[in-house]
């Protein structure tokens, strides 16, 4: 369908893409071709368009002034009250689990309200990267069924082209490949727990040195990508096996008490 827009490519899009691995506000790839903002409403009529935002996030001012580890506490039992929410009696859970901290989080907060014997964890990726290896390490540490799903090398560009047309190139599709992998959870359940950009929205994946660094040259973007890469290797495996073998076990196999979660379901 030829809408008269002409299909000139956005290049600082096309850097958010392979900074981010997905595109920011409402960009595509195309100057003058927007996406529909979330939580938004697009009418169109003989009489115009119009746009209606009916949902945004809601900050509360006074939160600047308390102190971070009542802060930190808060966001606890609203991290506990959200995974509680969408847990039902005696039905499967399925948790895709990586190597990050949002995952395990989700983990972390199911077993305080749900039998193990319940909770199916699935691991994606190669052996022996951090997301394969981290993943299996966590679910057998608390105790939990997991099935680890490699990497799945056979017809890998059939299986990439479907995942790009599935969300129409405005993601990078590297996640979304496994697509027989997927295939494989549905027949475990279908309530799954997932976790995912977490560390973003905490702002973990940002710092000082990112938020200075200009993409614009080769240079500029030689010099990004070993900032990323240095970020991503501050550990080696040992030294997170290490790091499991005490405190964050400790914490994922001790249950909030009773009363603690009474008195966050009356806030």
């Not at 090398?153 to 299986?159: A, I, N, P, S, Y």
């Not at 359940?189 to 993409?215: A, Q, R, W």
Request: glycine share 8%; with cysteine; charged share 30%.
């Amino acid at each position: 369908m030829n809408l008269g827009v002409k299909k000139s490519l956005r290049k600082d899009a096309i850097i958010d893409f392979f900074l981010f691995g997905y595109l920011l506000g409402d960009k595509t790839l195309f100057e003058h071709i927007h996406q529909l903002p979330p939580a938004s409403i697009l009418e169109i009529s003989r009489h115009g368009r119009k746009l209606t935002k009916y949902w945004d996030y809601e900050y509360d001012e006074e939160y600047g002034t308390s102190p971070k580890e009542e802060l930190i506490d808060e966001l606890g039992r609203l991290w506990q009250k959200a995974v509680e929410r969408r847990i039902k009696k005696d039905e499967t859970i399925i948790i895709p689990l990586s190597g990050g901290f949002d995952s395990r989080a989700i983990l972390a907060a199911a077993l305080r309200c749900a039998p193990k014997d319940k909770i199916i964890t699935f691991t994606f990726g190669e052996p022996g990267s951090f997301d394969f290896e981290i993943g299996k390490l966590v679910a057998k540490k608390a105790g939990v069924k997991n099935i680890p799903l490699g990497v799945e090398k056979k017809d890998f560009e059939e299986q990439y082209n479907i995942s790009m047309d599935d969300i129409e190139g405005m993601v990078d599709a590297t996640p979304y490949f496994a697509i027989e992998g997927y295939k494989e959870i549905k027949k475990y359940g279908t309530h799954i727990l997932s976790g995912y950009i977490g560390d973003f929205i905490m702002g973990s994946h940002m710092f000082p040195e990112m938020m200075k660094t200009n993409v614009i040259t080769d240079n500029d973007y030689e010099k990004a990508s070993s900032l990323i890469l240095e970020k991503d290797l501050l550990h080696t495996l040992n030294d997170i096996k290490n790091l499991l073998s005490h405190s964050l076990c400790k914490k994922m196999n001790n249950p909030i008490s009773k009363e603690e979660l009474k008195k966050d379901k009356n806030k």
